[in-house]
């Protein structure tokens, strides 16, 4: 039942981390403008409880285990959290769901999460992929 958290934070950088064995990666409560880069994640990326938007999920590696019951990008429940914020991006990440179906994986697209209960947990935006093929460089 183990959470990775990141809660009412601004400006966290999690980068080339392999992470598995938990419930979620849950960014919340007002958390805004993280980014999270270059991972290998065994779990969902939940956007759990009203986190602040402006967040980047970028070039990550996600491989749900058969035993894990969500999918790659998750808003947490209607019934219990509060909304996704607006304009968190996801990019060139592959994410693979426990069936083997690719989600919100195609690499020129920059998808958002949908900060609405209704639809799909990530919808394409209209937004131009950057000409060096990442939103976040790490010199």
């Known amino acids: 039942m183990g959470y990775y958290n990141i809660?009412?934070?601004r400006?966290?950088?999690?980068?080339?981390?392999?992470?598995?064995?938990?419930r979620h990666f849950a960014i919340q409560n007002g958390s805004m403008y993280?980014?999270?880069?270059?991972?290998?994640?065994?779990?969902d990326i939940n956007f759990h409880d009203g986190d602040g938007g402006y967040n980047l999920i970028e070039q990550n590696t996600i491989r749900?285990?058969?035993?894990?019951?969500?999918?790659?990008?998750?808003?947490?429940?209607?019934?219990q959290h509060q909304s996704p914020g607006k304009f968190n991006l996801?990019?060139?990440?592959?994410?693979?769901h426990k069936t083997g179906v690719m989600e919100y994986s195609?690499?020129?697209?920059?998808?958002?999460?949908?900060?609405?209960?209704?639809?799909?947990?990530?919808?394409?935006?209209?937004?131009?992929?950057?000409n060096g093929k990442s939103?976040?460089?790490i010199r």
């Open 135 to 137: 939103f976040y460089e």
């Open 7 to 9: 809660i009412n934070s």
């Open 64 to 79: 749900i285990p058969q035993w894990h019951s969500w999918h790659c990008f998750q808003r947490g429940d209607s019934r």
């Open 90 to 96: 996801l990019y060139r990440n592959v994410a693979h």
């Open 34 to 43: 993280n980014v999270v880069f270059n991972n290998y994640l065994e779990v």
């Open 106 to 130: 195609e690499p020129d697209i920059v998808y958002e999460i949908n900060p609405v209960w209704r639809g799909k947990n990530a919808l394409e935006t209209l937004l131009t992929p950057p």
């Open 11 to 22: 400006y966290v950088l999690v980068y080339n981390e392999f992470i598995k064995r938990i």
